[in-house]
């Protein structure tokens, strides 16, 4: 019974102490690389077009969680707007994205993007 006493809280406080290394690590990284990985300075932001939609047949609501910064919309819209034929537009305020494309894209597609760069994906909605 002596042992218990002894043994339980050991493992309570080491359990403590190691939850505090962690989050005393994280504070650090987000410090130096800023909120979501962007250096801790400003995302540049691809230009492109908003003007004309009309070879955009698809639009694709997407509901995004984790996001914290203007620079989380903007990494998650230039991942996109790399692409050929697609167009996106990120709120970090709304938390949401809305996708256009020339061709359809698979929900998984989408998914697997946006939760490459270490967000979630709540939902998403396709539009015609």
């Given at each position: 019974m002596?042992i218990?006493?002894?043994?339980?809280p050991?493992v309570?406080?080491?359990a403590?102490?190691?939850i505090?290394?962690?989050?005393v690590?994280t504070?650090?990284?987000?410090?130096?690389?800023?909120?979501?990985?962007s250096g801790?300075?400003?995302?540049?932001?691809i230009?492109?077009?908003?003007s004309?939609?009309?070879?955009?047949?698809?639009k694709?609501?997407?509901?995004?969680?984790?996001?914290t910064c203007?620079?989380?919309?903007i990494?998650?819209s230039?991942?996109f707007?790399?692409k050929?034929?697609?167009?996106?537009?990120?709120?970090?305020e709304?938390?949401c994205?809305?996708i256009?494309s020339?061709?359809?894209?698979?929900?998984l597609?989408?998914?697997?993007t946006?939760?490459?760069?270490?967000y979630?994906?709540?939902g998403?909605?396709e539009?015609?």
């Amino acid at each position: 019974m002596e042992i218990l006493q002894i043994i339980i809280p050991a493992v309570i406080v080491s359990a403590l102490v190691i939850i505090a290394i962690i989050s005393v690590k994280t504070y650090l990284k987000n410090l130096t690389q800023g909120c979501c990985g962007s250096g801790g300075g400003k995302e540049n932001e691809i230009s492109v077009d908003k003007s004309d939609f009309s070879e955009y047949k698809y639009k694709y609501t997407v509901e995004i969680a984790g996001m914290t910064c203007k620079n989380c919309s903007i990494r998650i819209s230039n991942v996109f707007n790399r692409k050929d034929g697609i167009l996106a537009d990120v709120s970090y305020e709304d938390g949401c994205a809305i996708i256009y494309s020339k061709e359809s894209l698979k929900d998984l597609s989408i998914r697997q993007t946006i939760v490459g760069l270490g967000y979630s994906v709540s939902g998403i909605t396709e539009e015609i």
